[in-house]
């Protein structure tokens, strides 16, 4: 039922922050805002919300607020603003071509958002220039699931995390960055005190403290530490010969190389590596859970397969407490998988590359054009600003200003593009304030659509919320524009559960075509199921609703079995130097999240960690002359930054960390990525963001 102020009720909707996506009872309390409560019928969080969620309702202001479109600095009216961007794509793509022209969107985006986005682009301006800000979060994750499974699948679901035996978590502060779905495997330990959690961070992070073993490794080492799991695990006689012969392909070559490998580089003692691979040979239920650390890495994608491996190699995978398991930052980082929101991907887990697929797609749409090959991915798109191939780019729900690495390069790579346009909630972020248009879009709470977390469930984001002064829904705004570039028919939608239906039938095609994304089940729902959508694990088929892949041992190669790579280690490409001797990690922080758009509205989020900071070794300190609380210069090889100095023994000797989220409207010189170096994995285009070099001094006011 609709609230009404007399009478307000709660709407289920869903948490816009982090990839556990937790269901949100929402109530609007009679003065504009929201009350908040966990919805305890979601299976991600069983009534169960972390601060940022809870905090939610403080965040819902309309003050500061883009309330109507922006040209040239001025109020526009929708038509102007509208006209002029098809005007400005089709002159650019009349004079050089589809490829100058580029979409950078969003994994905060819903799925119908995206959908309708990644259509307009590759099927109707006929390329594949539209990446999204998930490059920087799990491209690695997607290339290496691809490159094993045939698809990017993730097996399992988070009750695994609740019935393993271990659980390894790798590359991942979850206390901060996925607080519910740790709090889950607190509540999993602390009823079964046999199971047993491994921890690998070059950090000691607030994820350690349930941690039985706290293996800090150097930073890069991780493929140099499951390729040792692989040959302990062979050594050992644990591997699953009959799941080997029956469903994997490449083990004796993955095998052959993890020999070769020197586990020294994971600058680990000999006691740890042993206890770290003799828990995990003897625990029968075992989890490892990747994220950021794993992925953003210029050799992200390798990593993931050497942990891969090893649950192929022993058949740990797809059964119940079993499997590898990557986490996604964002709250539809998945989602944007799905639909092919990515430069390399077409919706519905379909492949550019594929000419049947293209085919597929092209026909599905009845689309004019179809590039033939992926385009330029997040970095790339970027350098192609600033050279000038690309000449227009929309920017949708992303700041790419502030969190992309070699920020300043994006600025002045955008201060000198021909046209940018930029739609969001807020008009004064630092990339809008460089776009010749801004269109205000809805956010959290004022629209409508789905998202999928880390755990393949999909979900629905409900509008509860009116849109504030003239803003529209993004699916809405990019189908407009759609149809007023010609395409009238095609991006005729009425309502996201209309994209959703499409979208669900063209996931029949694909499951037809043998890709594991399949929610036909769905493709037929009325606008009333829609809004009224309980939260479902994919696939959904006439045959089939959620569970886990794998265990049956079919895989979507062309062979039908699970890949095994073979994985050489490769150090990060930044090398530290006399010049630049410290070793950059970046991360989040518990209440803020990604450049603060939303968290830094609220005063109870901002009270955790007031300013930006970097957390160095006391021995560190005490060579630079540094003090607690003093402020230092950082800088990099493409930018300086001024921070906090925050001395503690959790960090090893070399090493720096300093959080992402602050941008130029908290903090004048907080901005971090402005120092992160744009190294990518050469297979996922995923940048390094980990892994950069630093000089550090300190700061003396003038
Ligand atoms: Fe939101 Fe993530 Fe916190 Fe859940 S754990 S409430 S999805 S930020």
Same mark, same amino acid.
Request: charged share 20%.
């Given at each position: 039922p609709a609230?009404?102020l007399?009478?307000p009720c709660?709407?289920?909707?869903t948490?816009?922050?982090?990839?556990?996506?937790?269901g949100v009872?929402?109530?609007?309390?009679?003065i504009?805002g929201?009350?908040i409560?966990?919805?305890p019928?979601?299976?991600?969080n069983f009534?169960?919300?972390?601060s940022k969620?809870?905090?939610?309702?403080?965040t819902v202001?309309?003050?500061?607020?883009? $309330?109507?479109?922006v040209?040239a600095?001025a109020?526009?009216?929708?038509?102007d603003? $509208?006209?002029?961007?098809v005007?400005?794509?089709q002159?650019?793509i009349?004079?050089?071509?589809?490829?100058?022209v580029a979409?950078?969107?969003s994994g905060?985006m $819903?799925s119908?958002?995206?959908?309708?986005?990644?259509k307009?682009?590759?099927?109707?301006?006929?390329?594949a220039?539209?990446?999204?800000?998930?490059?920087l979060c799990?491209?690695s994750?997607?290339?290496?699931?691809?490159?094993?499974?045939?698809t990017?699948?993730?097996?399992?679901?988070?009750?695994?995390?609740?019935?393993?035996?271990l659980?390894?978590?790798t590359?991942?502060?979850?206390?901060?960055?996925?607080?519910?779905l740790y709090q889950?495997i607190?509540?999993?330990?602390?009823?079964?005190?046999?199971?047993k959690? /491994?921890?690998?961070?070059?950090r000691?992070?607030?994820?350690?403290?349930?941690?039985d073993?706290?293996l800090s490794?150097?930073?890069?080492?991780?493929?140099?530490l499951?390729?040792?799991?692989?040959?302990? /695990?062979?050594?050992q006689g644990?591997?699953?010969?009959d799941?080997?012969?029956d469903?994997?392909?490449?083990f004796d070559a993955?095998?052959a190389t993890?020999?070769?490998?020197?586990?020294a580089?994971?600058?680990?003692?000999?006691?740890?590596?042993?206890?770290?691979c003799?828990?995990?040979?003897?625990?029968?239920?075992v989890v490892?859970?990747f994220s950021?650390?794993?992925n953003?890495?210029s050799?992200?994608?390798?990593?993931?397969?050497?942990i891969?491996n090893?649950?192929?190699?022993t058949?740990r995978?797809?059964?119940?407490?079993c499997g590898p398991?990557?986490m996604?930052g964002?709250?539809?980082?998945?989602?944007g998988r799905?639909?092919?929101?990515l430069?390399?991907?077409?919706?519905?887990h379909?492949?550019?590359?594929?000419?049947d697929?293209?085919s597929?797609v092209?026909?599905?749409w009845?689309?004019?054009a179809?590039?033939?090959?992926?385009g330029?991915?997040?970095?790339?798109?970027?350098?192609?600003?600033?050279d000038g191939?690309?000449?227009?780019?929309?920017i949708i729900?992303?700041?790419?200003v502030?969190?992309?690495p070699?920020?300043?390069?994006?600025?002045?790579?955008?201060e000198?593009?021909d046209?940018?346009?930029?739609?969001d909630?807020y008009?004064?972020?630092?990339t809008?304030k460089?776009?010749?248009? /801004?269109l205000?879009?809805?956010g959290?709470?004022?629209?409508?659509?789905?998202?999928?977390?880390s755990?393949?469930? /999909?979900?629905?984001?409900r509008a509860? $919320?009116?849109?504030p002064?003239e803003?529209?829904h993004?699916?809405?705004?990019?189908?407009?524009?759609g149809?007023?570039?010609?395409?009238?028919?095609?991006?005729?939608?009425?309502?996201?559960?209309?994209?959703f239906?499409?979208?669900a039938?063209?996931?029949?095609?694909?499951?037809?075509?043998?890709?594991?994304?399949?929610?036909s089940?769905?493709?037929?729902i009325?606008d009333s199921e829609?809004g009224?959508l309980?939260?479902?694990?994919?696939?959904?088929t006439a045959?089939?609703?959620?569970?886990?892949?794998?265990?049956d041992?079919?895989?979507?190669?062309?062979?039908?079995r699970?890949?095994?790579?073979?994985?050489?280690?490769?150090?990060?490409?930044?090398?530290?130097?006399a010049?630049?001797?410290?070793?950059?990690?970046?991360?989040r922080?518990r209440d803020?999240?990604?450049t603060m758009?939303?968290?830094?509205?609220?005063a109870?989020?901002?009270?955790?960690l007031?300013?930006?900071?970097?957390?160095?070794h006391p021995?560190d300190a005490a060579?630079?002359g540094?003090a607690v609380?003093?402020?230092?210069?950082?800088?990099?090889?493409?930018?300086?930054a001024?921070?906090?100095?925050?001395i503690?023994?959790?960090?090893?000797?070399?090493q720096?960390f300093?959080?992402?989220?602050w941008?130029s409207?908290?903090?004048?010189?907080?901005?971090?990525?402005?120092?992160?170096?744009?190294?990518?994995?050469?297979?996922?285009g995923?940048?390094?963001?980990?892994?950069s070099?630093?000089?550090?001094?300190?700061?003396?006011?003038a």
């Open positions: 609230p009404t007399a009478q709660a709407r289920r909707t948490c816009p922050y982090c990839g556990v996506g937790c009872l929402a109530t609007p309390d009679g504009g929201l009350t409560k966990g919805d019928d979601h299976p991600a009534g169960r919300l972390c969620g809870s905090a939610l309702g403080e202001t309309t003050e500061d607020r883009l $309330l109507y479109p040209v600095g109020r526009s009216g929708w038509d603003a $509208l006209d002029l961007v005007r400005k794509f002159d650019m009349a004079k050089h071509g589809p490829d100058s979409f950078y969107v905060q $819903l119908e958002d995206y959908y309708v986005a990644n307009l682009m590759k099927g109707f301006i006929g390329s220039n539209i990446d999204t800000n998930s490059r799990m491209a994750t997607v290339a290496g699931h691809k490159r094993a499974f045939g990017d699948t993730v097996p399992g679901q988070y009750t695994d995390l609740e019935q393993a035996d659980i390894v978590l590359g991942s502060n979850l206390a901060w960055c996925h607080p519910v889950r607190v509540a999993a330990k602390k009823a079964r005190p046999q199971m959690v /491994i921890n690998i961070d070059p000691r992070t607030a994820t350690s403290d349930i941690a073993l706290h490794i150097r930073p890069g080492g991780d493929a140099a499951f390729n040792r799991l692989l040959v302990e /695990i062979y050594a644990a591997i699953d010969a799941f080997i012969r469903h994997v392909e490449g993955a095998l993890a020999h070769r490998c020197d586990s580089v994971t600058g680990l003692s000999e006691a740890d590596l042993q206890a770290f003799d828990l995990w040979i003897t625990s029968h239920k490892t859970v950021q650390g794993v953003q890495s050799s992200g994608s390798d990593k993931v397969n050497a891969l090893c649950h192929l190699a058949g995978i797809g059964k119940p407490g398991f990557s996604t964002q709250p539809n980082a998945m989602g799905e639909v092919g929101g430069a390399n991907m077409l919706a519905c379909l492949d550019i590359e594929n000419a697929h293209r597929a092209k026909t599905f009845n689309a004019p179809m590039p033939v090959e992926a330029l991915k997040a970095v790339d798109m970027f350098r192609a600003v600033a191939r690309i000449k227009a780019i929309w729900c992303t700041n790419p502030v969190s992309m070699e920020a300043d390069a994006v600025r002045t790579a955008l000198g593009c046209f940018v346009v930029v739609s909630m008009g004064n972020t630092d809008a460089l776009a010749d248009v /801004i205000p879009a809805t959290w709470g004022e629209k409508d659509g789905t998202v999928t977390n755990e393949r469930c /999909i979900s629905r984001q509860i $919320l009116p849109p002064g803003a529209r993004d699916w809405d705004i990019i189908a407009d524009v149809r007023r570039m010609g395409w009238a028919s095609a991006f005729d939608y009425q309502s996201p559960a209309e994209i239906r499409e979208y039938a063209l996931s029949g095609i694909a499951g037809q075509l043998g890709r594991d994304f399949d929610i089940a769905m493709q037929e009325s829609y009224d309980a939260p479902l694990h994919w696939p959904q045959h089939r609703a959620g569970g886990r892949f794998f265990g041992g079919r895989f979507f190669t062309p062979s039908g699970g890949r095994m790579l073979p994985i050489q280690f490769r150090p990060p490409q930044s090398v530290p130097s010049d630049y001797p410290y070793v950059l990690n970046t991360g922080v803020h999240w990604h758009t939303r968290t830094g509205t609220s109870r989020l901002s009270q955790h007031a300013e930006p900071f970097i957390e160095i021995d060579d630079l540094l609380a003093d402020l230092a210069w950082i800088r990099s090889p493409h930018g300086h001024i921070l906090r100095v925050l503690t023994d959790r960090i090893g000797r070399g720096a300093a959080p992402m989220h941008t409207q908290y903090a004048s010189r907080g901005q971090i990525d402005t120092l992160v170096s744009a190294h990518v994995d050469p297979v996922s995923q940048p390094e963001s980990k892994a070099v630093v000089r550090i001094e300190k700061y003396h006011a």
